[in-house]
T-cell receptor
Framework: LAKTTQPISMDSYEGQEVNITCSHNNIATNDYITWYQQFPSQGPRFIIQGYKTKVTNEVASLFIPADRKSSTLSLPRVSLSDTAVYYCLVVSGYSTLTFGKGTMLLVSP | DVKVTQSSRYLVKRTGEKVFLECVQDMDHENMFWYRQDPGLGLRLIYFSYDVKMKEKGDIPEGYSVSREKKERFSLILESASTNQTSMYLC?????????????FGSGTQLSVL
């Protein structure tokens, strides 16, 4: 099971772009990189998943370099409502998902 | 949208009581999971189930058991509640998928054991 490392916390201001990097040196060929978001008193919510290069959806972008040993979640123009914990997971089909401690993002006015 | 419903939002129980936490999902998902979340420890997997009547231990199964008699329902049982089981309990479900991308979580049950 590939272990992930991400910053414990990050601070930003409204309107800025936020990039959260996750390292996963032992990622396997069949593994996908997946990010979840968790607001206080709620369960985590799926944001985005990718295998390589770049993936973009209405919420975020995910950048994965060719060696796949790290990935970066990019949140464009954050708002106060983006304050949450963000989890980076490495998953393969039919395996259980292991959540680390995540990155606490605090967005200030 | 997938809905995962946990029966109670808050629960207060006494030490030694038998506690049932219920979870129901409405999307015919094969997989269901129970996690607990504690400050500074992240989410930890207690038990999961890949099919009716099947169960597998997660990372911290001690003191817990589960039941899955129907596909849509997954119950977590604390046989004899203890104070160290005070926690936020999160149920989740997912569809079988080669990329395993989406867990859908309920809103959680905050359990306090006094």
């Amino acid at each position: 099971l590939a272990k992930t490392t991400q910053p414990i916390s990050m601070d930003s201001y409204e309107g800025q772009e936020v990039n959260i990097t996750c390292s996963h040196n032992n990622i396997a060929t069949n593994d996908y990189i997946t990010w979840y978001q968790q607001f206080p008193s709620q369960g985590p919510r799926f944001i985005i998943q990718g295998y390589k290069t770049k993936v973009t959806n209405e919420v975020a972008s995910l950048f994965i370099p060719a060696d796949r040993k790290s990935s970066t979640l990019s949140l464009p123009r954050v708002s106060l409502s983006d304050t949450a914990v963000y989890y980076c997971l490495v998953v393969s089909g039919y395996s259980t998902l292991t959540f680390g401690k995540g990155t606490m993002l605090l967005v200030s006015p | 949208d997938v809905k995962v419903t946990q029966s109670s939002r808050y629960l207060v129980k006494r030490t030694g009581e038998k506690v049932f936490l219920e979870c129901v999902q409405d999307m015919d998902h094969e997989n269901m999971f129970w996690y607990r979340q504690d400050p500074g420890l992240g989410l930890r997997l207690i038990y999961f189930s890949y099919d009716v009547k099947m169960k597998e231990k997660g990372d911290i199964p001690e003191g817990y058991s589960v039941s899955r008699e129907k596909k849509e329902r997954f119950s977590l049982i604390l046989e004899s509640a203890s104070t160290n089981q005070t926690s936020m309990y999160l149920c989740a479900s997912s569809q079988d998928s080669p990329t395993n991308e989406k867990l859908f979580f309920g809103s959680g049950t905050q359990l306090s054991v006094l």
